[in-house]
């Protein structure tokens, strides 16, 4: 369940985030916060690896 909720409440909030940024702003920057969402999620994944890879592994 906390892996869905990791999935779908930021990228449910986005939207929202944007908006908001526009009335703050005036510019529209979708592609940044996209962008810089993609980034962190393709980021993570090689550190969840290394981090469950020697946690699985145990004391040496």
Do not use: H
């Not at 980034?39 to 040496?60: D, Q, S």
């Amino acid at each position: 369940m906390w892996r869905f909720c990791s999935y779908l409440i930021p990228w449910s909030m986005l939207p929202d985030v944007i908006e908001w940024d526009e009335l703050q702003t005036g510019q529209r920057r979708e592609g940044i916060y996209y962008g810089f969402m993609v980034f962190l999620r393709n980021w993570r994944w090689p550190w969840a690896y290394l981090w469950w890879g020697k946690r699985c592994r145990g004391p040496v």
